[in-house]
């Protein structure tokens, strides 16, 4: 089975662009979550979609949104990119859906907004 | 909502030699307590997990014990090989969650 595929791997922005991430979960997983990693604050949760609805959200500004499809692949876009939004972008996807299941990650995008 | 504490936040041991990593929660409904290994340029993988209904988990080298008393799971690494140098993250769900809240990680150097 193939894993979790990330596109692209890595992107370089200016301030005030916007950006589009590209996230392709395990054949059959049917909930993807996406989650923000740097240096100073570690694993940080985005969103949770769960076929084709967001089900969860974390703390971020509305300019970080996403949504999935219905072959349960998703994408994340953030706009009006500032510097700190520089990070590694992860996304996560789990099977069906129900609590405590296992996260598979993908290798993440790495942002780097100048 | 969940807190996770977790140390040390860098470990360095010589080859051979074993690794512990530790980890708190505050949600005493929390009841999964998932392990990731981050190498270098790739994401977390998933390397053990435990339930909360049992308090010891092995698989090969690496083990996991949980404490559900005072709240706190381990990361046992014996016999460690240079290979295993990596960033660990431990998580843990709020109960009822499907979101965990991860640690903020332990860089385990070994050194051959």
């Known amino acids: 089975k193939a894993g979790v595929t990330q596109t692209p791997r890595y992107l370089i922005k200016t301030r005030g662009q916007q950006v589009t991430l590209s996230c392709s979960p395990i054949?059959?997983?049917?909930?993807v979550s996406w989650y923000q990693q740097t240096p100073g604050q570690g694993l940080q949760f985005l969103f949770e979609y769960f076929s084709e609805t967001q089900r969860n959200k974390g703390n971020f500004p509305g300019r970080f949104s996403g949504r999935q499809f219905s072959n349960s692949r998703s994408e994340m876009n953030v706009s009006t990119l500032e510097l700190g939004d520089s990070a590694l972008y992860l996304c996560a996807s789990s099977g069906g859906g129900g609590l405590n299941e296992k996260l598979f990650f993908g290798s993440g995008t790495q942002l780097s907004v100048l | 909502g969940e807190n996770v504490e977790q140390h040390p936040s860098t470990l360095s041991v010589q080859e051979g030699d074993s690794a512990v990593i530790k980890c708190t929660y505050s949600?005493?409904?929390?009841?999964?307590f998932p392990w990731y290994k981050q190498e270098l340029g790739k994401g977390p993988q998933l390397i053990i997990d435990i339930r909360s209904n049992v308090g010891e988990k092995k698989d090969q080298r690496i083990a996991v014990t949980l404490n559900k008393t005072a709240k706190h799971f381990s990361l046992h690494i014996t016999e460690t090989q240079p290979e295993d140098s990596a960033v660990y993250f431990c998580a843990a769900p709020s109960g009822g969650s499907y979101i965990p809240t991860f640690g903020r990680g332990t860089s385990l150097i070994v050194h051959p």
């Open positions: 949600d005493s409904a929390s009841n999964y």
């Open positions: 054949s059959g997983h049917r909930s």
